[in-house]
């Protein structure tokens, strides 16, 4: 045998051994954003490098919200399998289990900071894919964004007393119950739906998302006041559904390079939401609208009476009362060096609900 003959064998033994290379798999992944709304940008991005990092494993063909199938039905396409991925907040999965609720978005707690913290420290990864995996899939967050604008209304909003009576469009479950203690009316519609909805006033007033995401849903047009801050969601997390035996058709390497596209994505989303917020904060100034703040005694208010709805909410859910325990535990566990290092910190350590209450609740 030839040296050349003896290396091409022995290369010929090794391939054997390690087995044919893995082909190149398809997956078909969906939003529940239309393109005419910037929140798509955040899926775009994770696709990008999604299909940069992965793409000789597995590549993502992405489609708007909508183009496949209504944005409603993103988590049963996505649980099927009829499709392998799907970008969605998960407060809109609430009626299938509350504790999606939490998983998206809080009621005066949590900024984007405080979910980065926790999903990548504090646990909050291990419980996103706990809470999708009863309905088999994986999930990787990779978007969060500080609070909602505020509602956005053509009465001003200054104080809760402003609030009665309001039909208000806003999201979640929290929210909602928060909403409605405070003497306004939930109305739950579609983000595409919120502009004629205003026009024509169907309802009185709407919170949507971001500063940056309502101006580019033409709020400025159909609406003369913004009141801020957004007390109802301090914060969101969005990211992607995947059918968990796509995920597992993956090989150990490509799974990572896809955590490794999300936490990329959830960096770079933290920092565009707030510069593309701060712009439009301007756009809205000069298109008129009258922006108005409610001061803190009024947010206090507004905390002790979030306090409250949190923690029933909890005890409604055993699997809502595991996820707020972990977050409130997180907030015990950061508080000391987070209060030792203000005001340079990131962020408040909220009043927040009882904690003891919701543990018990958990069976804790």
């Known amino acids: 045998m030839t040296i050349k003959t003896g290396i091409l064998a022995g290369a010929a033994f090794v391939a054997t051994l390690c087995g044919p290379a893995m082909a190149q798999q398809s997956w078909t992944m969906t939003s529940t954003w239309p393109s005419s709304l910037e929140l798509i940008e955040m899926d775009k991005h994770f696709v990008d490098l999604a299909n940069k990092l992965a793409g000789d494993e597995v590549k993502i063909d992405f489609y708007e919200g909508g183009s496949l199938v209504p944005a409603g039905e993103v988590f049963g396409a996505v649980e099927s399998g009829t499709i392998q991925a799907g970008a969605d907040w998960p407060g809109y999965w609430a009626g299938r289990d509350p504790a999606f609720s939490p998983l998206a978005t809080h009621a005066s707690l949590f900024n984007a900071v405080d979910y980065v913290n926790w999903i990548q420290q504090w646990g909050g990864a291990d419980i996103y894919n706990e809470v999708y995996g009863r309905f088999g899939m994986v999930y990787l967050p990779y978007t969060v964004t500080n609070n909602e604008s505020g509602f956005r209304t053509n009465a001003p909003i200054r104080n809760t007393a402003d609030l009665k009576g309001k039909r208000l469009r806003l999201s979640g479950l929290e929210q909602g119950q928060l909403l409605e203690r405070l003497g306004g009316n939930q109305v739950s519609m579609a983000g595409g739906e919120i502009y004629q909805s205003l026009e024509r006033g169907v309802i009185d007033g709407a919170e ?97 009476i979030a306090n409250s709805v949190i923690e029933d909410a909890a005890c409604a859910s055993p699997t809502s009362a595991k996820v707020y325990l972990s977050q409130l535990e997180y907030l015990n566990d950061y508080k000391s060096w987070r209060d030792a290092s203000a005001p340079f910190n990131l962020g408040r350590t909220p009043n927040g609900p009882d904690i003891e209450k919701i543990r018990a609740c958990a069976g804790q």
């Open 208 to 304: 949507f998302s971001t500063p940056n995401v309502d101006y580019s849903g033409g709020f400025h047009q159909v609406t003369k006041y913004w009141s801020t801050p957004g007390w109802h969601q301090s914060s969101s997390v969005f990211g992607v559904m995947i059918n968990k035996a796509a995920w597992d058709a993956l090989s150990p390497g490509a799974q990572e390079k896809l955590k490794i596209a999300a936490d990329a994505t959830m960096l770079w989303s933290l920092a565009f939401t707030e510069k593309r917020a701060t712009e439009a904060y301007g756009k809205f100034q000069e298109a008129g609208v009258e922006i108005t703040r409610m001061d803190d005694e009024t947010l206090a208010e507004i905390q002790t």
